[in-house]
């Protein structure tokens, strides 16, 4: 199926493309160029950029590294494990994202819908045969409706920008790290060290995260019976873990399956950054397609 609109020039040489099947290696192929600049005209997330979002960013990134502990995540997640506010389906979620806008993107201030629908037909016109992938991308920032009211309304800190583990040593990998000073859990003895409360090789399951999107849409998928892929699910959980997929940090909490399924979110992740541009998609015309896909893996409601 052809895609339905136009893409801006990507470029990067190559590419890894695989089957879910096909875990033993990746085949490299040409595809996806990366555009020089976002659409302010700067580097892609390059946060010194005097870009007009720049304070804004710095600010939520402030926030989140003082807020995010190890024990407000474990309210968070037993605040919304029940998944008891709002039940829709994955397409009205979908629509939901017209009204919001992630405050902690230093590339782009469209709404979400956009961004989901540009990362979704970026992945489909090089992957055309993995209708999987098509369909993680389109749904892979669905938890930042946490941001409006009936999902309890959360602070922009609480719901985006990069994730990093609780109960261990903050990286200095992540994005805005020196503001981790202020976060209670740096000088805790028992949180502060490479290992904090963790076993190497735990497996990521095991890792508490930075409260947000990512975990939240990851319990919706999973508790809801999706039937996609676990690299899907890994995907949903970890696309915004970039001191991981992108600093190559924290590896050693890993297990062999998270090593497998790395792999296809360092696929999804040139998609999910690079695609973002100015140019709209035709929501109207690529909906058929989407939800024939939503149908396929997702059942009709979802608990929220």
Known sequence: MTVLIEHPEFGIEEKERR????SDELVLDEGFVVPANNSYGYSFRDYDAESERKERVEELYRLSHINQTYDFVKRMREAYSSLDRVEMSIWECCELLNEVVDDSDPDLDAPQIQHLLQSAEAVRKDYPDQDWLHLTALIHDL???LLLPSFGGLPQWA????????GCAFDPSV?????????PDHNNPAYNTKLG???EGCGLENILMSWGHDDYMYLVAKENKTTLPSAALFIIRYHSFYALHTSGAYK?????EDAENLKWLQIFNKYDLYSKSTIRVDVDKVKPYYTSLIQKYFPPKLKW
């Open 19 to 22: 089957t879910v099947a096909d």
């Open 143 to 145: 938890g930042k409706v």
């Open 159 to 166: 719901v985006v920008g990069d994730t990093f583990p609780l």
């Open 175 to 183: 994005v805005h790290y020196e503001h981790f000073k202020s976060n």
């Open 197 to 199: 409360v963790y076993k």
């Open 252 to 256: 050693y909490l890993m297990n062999e």
